[in-house]
């Protein structure tokens, strides 16, 4: 009797999973999609992308999935025109059982902000790579002006920023990244009107280290407004210009 209402347990559960597979499988082929919802996953701090952006490209694409039979909506050709966004970096698009097409997205992360003297002007991002600006929001990094090789901002700039990024005073203080022809490096601080030279982009935390004395010992005794620039470059001491 046990074995009995074993094995008859075991042809129900079978056929209820069969009748499932059936009856589910065929609801949705036959399903019309009721709508296109659109998430930006990580819109608390940055702004790049709006859900109604990503809803205009998809509609421009001719790939609106609403009225559509769930058979005929491509999840993929959806997931590979969102990724066409260049502030896109990565979607996940799917169905769920209520007959919605949901799109999942993140945006890149930027690192630094370049504006150099010839070109447009764009991010680069954490994984040291170029990205567009957007028209419609900015996000707080370190910007880069002046003589920038792209290649440059990719490596050394890259570099140098995570180090201010990782030193939230240091951040804090920096308001501009000048760079030279000869690919000198300029800071423009928040606080005093002058420039602090660093030279080439090597050994910044020990010159930074350096300026933070001379702080110490220097322009909080003889003033903050005394000189135009404040030199780095040389090992062991700060030339200082005056105004």
Request: hydrophobic share 45%; proline share 3%.
């Amino acid at each position: 009797m046990k074995k009995f209402l074993v094995i008859f347990g075991a042809l129900l559960i079978v056929g209820y999973l069969v009748f499932a597979v059936f009856y589910f499988g065929k609801t949705s082929q036959t399903e019309v999609c009721d709508g296109f919802e659109v998430i930006v996953k990580d819109s608390v701090n940055t702004k790049f992308i709006q859900s109604s952006e990503v809803e205009a490209l998809v509609k421009q694409k001719g790939l609106n999935p609403v009225g559509k039979l769930l058979r005929e909506v491509n999840t993929l050709a959806i997931k590979e025109a969102i990724l066409t966004n260049r502030l896109v970096k990565s979607a996940d698009v799917y169905t769920t059982a209520q007959g919605v097409v949901v799109a999942t997205i993140y945006q890149r992360k930027p690192v630094l902000r370049v504006i150099p003297d010839a070109g447009a002007s764009y991010y680069i991002d954490n994984n040291r790579e170029r990205m567009p600006v957007s028209l419609s929001y900015a996000v707080y990094v370190p910007l880069v002006t002046g003589s920038v090789k792209e290649d440059y901002a990719k490596n050394e700039l890259y570099d140098f920023a995570q180090f201010l990024n990782n030193n939230p005073d240091w951040d804090a203080w920096v308001d501009q990244i000048v760079v030279r022809k000869n690919r000198d490096v300029e800071i423009v601080p928040r606080i005093g009107d002058f420039r602090i030279v660093l030279g080439k982009l090597d050994n910044y935390p020990a010159k930074l280290a350096k300026f933070t004395l001379f702080i110490e010992k220097g322009l909080n005794v003889v003033g903050w407004n005394r000189y135009s620039e404040v030199n780095l470059k040389y090992d062991n001491q700060v030339v200082c210009t005056k105004k």
